[in-house]
């Protein structure tokens, strides 16, 4: 048996031992991490916080413990990882030249929600990059997640430590509940600021492409580039010959792939506001409710204001109370609609729901522009199994 093999088997024999360490991130006690990092230098796998979601750490430099992440995980090993490091200084280990744009980035925005993709150095391994010539490379900003990586002294390859298509998770519990029994550690660093994965920019040819929309919009990263963006998506922007060379070949193999699915069937209404009885949001409220489903529904306080005069909702967390039939469970994400606290509750609204049992999610849509496009990217992957229907079995 190969070694990534090894592991799924001790997996599924329940032979793993997971570990819960609780670290305070305002007040980091090394001796806390330094077993933990102690632990990811020797091939270990340990989940940690970052601003952005928790990730699933490994060695990034050991070959076999990387694999094991893919197990752990169940994710395509053509989906390559994101490496981490503490310091601006370990980029060059990585990659082979850091072009004065990557520079300037990584200036204005790191320690923070970006990773860049460069060309790299051979010393990467090929399990890490899915084979491809180029590296993504994160700084992160979250105190524990860079002690951790400090600590431990080596690259930290880490992808969201969630199970493969389910929604990244932003609470400790939200990776206990996926990877228990999979990994050795688990280390609870309180809630994710952002609550959306990094964005992701490709330096690796002449012209930057954005693979992944984040937190750092694709605006601020033009004002600090001094140019325009390509968008992988949308195809849409400055030059064409370079969009048709994308479309041949995919550049960030992860975007194929079904993501941040929740387990009940994802709607988003598009003209959320005002929540009047014509919207969409009410619209599609009053048609699952004839077809007799149990809702949940993820929105701001304004909109749960308006279509409370028709319904009555539990409201998520649940405080105890008994669920009364018929009735609408709600995840309020703020006082109005506003991208990054709807970015930052997403994710958790999404278990949250699911725990409640709904069938069917209904989501507030925003209008696109440059700081929603984040969080639409996430709801429209989310939405884009078409083969689950209202009620229906999911395949
Ligand atoms: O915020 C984040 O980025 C989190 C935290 C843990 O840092 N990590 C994360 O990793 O979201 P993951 O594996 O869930 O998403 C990484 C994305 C995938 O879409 C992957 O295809 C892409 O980055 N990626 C990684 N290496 C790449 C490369 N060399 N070229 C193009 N895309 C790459
Ligand atoms: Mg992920």
New binding site residues.
């Given amino acids: 048996m190969i070694d990534h093999e090894k592991y799924a088997a001790a997996i599924a024999h329940k032979e793993l031992e997971t570990r819960l360490i609780r670290v305070d991130a305002d007040n980091i006690a090394q001796k806390d991490l330094q077993l933990t990092a102690e632990a990811l230098r020797a091939g270990e796998l340990v989940a940690f916080p970052?601003e952005?979601?928790?990730?699933?750490g490994a060695n990034a430099l050991d070959a076999a413990a990387v694999s094991h992440v893919f197990a752990a995980k169940g994710r395509p090993a053509d989906?390559?990882?994101?490496v981490?490091i503490s310091s601006i200084d370990d980029l060059e280990q990585l990659v082979t030249g850091i072009p004065r744009l990557g520079q300037n980035l990584f200036a204005a925005f790191a320690p923070g929600?970006l990773?860049l993709?460069f060309r790299?150095k051979p010393a990467v391994p090929d399990i890490v990059?899915?084979g491809?010539d180029?590296?993504?490379v994160?700084i992160?900003a979250h105190p524990v997640a860079r002690e951790l990586i400090r600590l431990a002294k080596v690259p930290v390859a880490?992808?969201?430590?969630n199970r493969s298509g389910r929604p990244?998770p932003t609470r400790a519990w939200h990776v206990r509940q996926d990877l228990w029994g999979r990994v050795s550690y688990i280390i609870d660093g309180g809630m994710c600021t952002y609550g959306l994965?990094?964005t992701?920019l490709?330096l690796?040819s002449a012209t930057p492409v954005l693979?992944?929309p984040?937190t750092i919009t694709a605006r601020q990263l033009s004002e600090v580039a001094g140019r325009g963006i390509i968008n992988a998506d949308s195809g849409t922007e400055p030059k064409r010959d370079a969009v048709q060379d994308i479309e041949l070949q995919p550049?960030?193999?992860?975007?194929k792939y079904r993501h941040y699915a929740p387990k009940a069937k994802l709607l988003i209404a598009a003209d959320a506001r005002p929540a009047s009885k014509h919207s969409q949001f009410a619209q599609y409220l009053a048609q699952m409710k004839t077809e007799n489903l149990k809702i949940g529904i993820f929105c701001s306080q304004e909109i749960l204001q308006a279509l409370g005069e028709k319904y009555y909702f539990i409201r998520l967390p649940a405080v105890g109370g008994n669920s009364v039939k018929g009735s609408i469970y709600a995840f309020v994400y703020g006082e109005k609609s506003d991208p990054d606290a709807a970015g930052a509750a997403l994710f958790d609204a999404m278990r949250q729901l699911d725990k409640a049992g709904v069938d069917v999610i209904i989501a507030e849509g925003m209008p696109e522009g440059d700081n929603t496009a984040a969080y639409m990217n996430r709801l429209d992957k989310a939405a884009a199994n078409e083969q689950k229907h209202p009620g229906g079995q999911r395949p």
């Fill in positions: 970052t952005t979601v928790y990730g699933l989906n390559p990882l994101i981490h929600p990773t993709v790299r990059t899915a491809l180029t590296v993504a994160r992160p880490a992808p969201s430590a990244s994965e990094s992701v490709d690796s693979l992944r984040g550049r960030s193999p992860g975007v």
